[in-house]
Each structure stands twice: as C-alpha cells, then as structure tokens.
C-alpha cells in the first residue's frame, strides 16, 4: 500500500522560506511523476511543482522563481523549498505521486504564512 508522509510545514512570516518533505513508501516501482498541490480555505486544489522520473519539472505560475522541486529518486522523496513567502501561499500542502495512472495523495501539511 503506497504511503506519502509529508513534513515541514509551518507559520512563517511573510518573506521567509520553508522546506517541504514528502517521503513515499510502499511501492515497488519508481513513481512517473511527484509533486505538491495546495488548498486554500475556499478554494480550489491547484499545482504548485512537479518533477518527473526524467527530471523535467513544472511550476504554477503564482510560485515560479520563488519554490524549487527536487527529486530523490533512489529514495521516493521530493522537496519543496518555498522563498519569499507571501500570505497567500497560506494553504495545506499535498505530496502526490503518480503511478501506472493512479494519484496518491499525502494527508496534507499546513503552511501559514503571516504579514
């Protein structure tokens, strides 16, 4: 059974920076794809990163040149380092990971970022 762990979040005050991880567990393959969606209160779930197995990445447009996906692949884990956080980068952080056309999701990790 496949299991992502996220940990990292937090309260931060608005320009500061925070780093994500998400560990995966449990399967036997190397996943297609891993990357962090987010979820402000009231609205939708939305893209922040996502690195590919062959080390392509994609960023949302609200967060490019601010956060940086990386990628352990030996290890099924991803980072997210997040810079010059703004208040509205305040959302839970959700680790996927895709595998043969299946979505795993994390429980989800809080970031608060303060003005």
């Known amino acids: 059974q496949v299991q992502l762990v996220e940990s990292g979040g937090g309260l931060v005050q608005a320009g500061g920076s925070l780093r994500l991880s998400c560990a995966a567990s449990?399967?036997?393959?190397?996943?297609?794809?891993m990357g962090w969606y987010r979820q402000a209160p009231g609205k939708q779930r939305e893209l922040v990163a996502r690195?590919?197995?062959?080390?392509?990445?994609d960023y949302g447009d609200s967060v490019k040149g601010r956060f940086t996906i990386s990628r352990h692949n030996a290890k099924d884990t991803v980072y997210l380092q997040m810079n010059s956080l703004k208040p509205e980068d305040t959302a839970v952080y959700y680790c996927?990971?895709?595998?043969?056309?299946?979505?795993?999701w994390g429980q989800g990790t809080k970031v608060t970022v303060s003005s």
């Open positions: 996927t990971a895709a595998l043969g056309g299946t979505n795993y």
């Open positions: 690195a590919t197995s062959d080390g392509s990445t």
């Open positions: 449990g399967s036997a393959f190397s996943f297609n794809a």
